[in-house]
């Protein structure tokens, strides 16, 4: 049997993570233009996406939260946009959730 080459141009695969998905379908979500995202914007998204990682197992848990939270929040105020409205409540709990942790660990 002859011997058979096969030659594979194995270039490594451009891997865009999963969050880098995540947030290009938060922009579509929230119906922004992703060509209009300043760069605080696009960190802001990112923090929103990694917050969406704790609130659940499947992708339905995850688009349920964000929803629940857009409708609990409701619109921003005049001038802000509603990445930023999202961001700073994410932020703010996170911060509590810090501070609770710390108080706990003092009382003990």
Do not use: C
């Amino acid at each position: 049997m002859p011997d058979i080459t096969i030659k594979v141009d194995a270039q490594p695969a451009t891997s865009l993570g999963s969050e880098a998905i995540l947030d290009q379908d938060i922009v579509s979500y929230l119906r922004l233009n992703p060509n209009d995202l300043s760069a605080k914007e696009k960190e802001q998204i990112k923090d929103i996406s990694f917050w969406l990682a704790t609130q659940g197992e499947s992708s339905m848990d995850k688009w349920q939260a964000l929803r629940s939270l857009r409708f609990r929040l409701g619109s921003p105020a005049l001038g802000n946009s509603e990445v930023d409205h999202i961001h700073k409540y994410i932020r703010l709990k996170q911060a509590v959730a810090e501070h609770e942790a710390k108080l706990e660990a003092m009382e003990q």
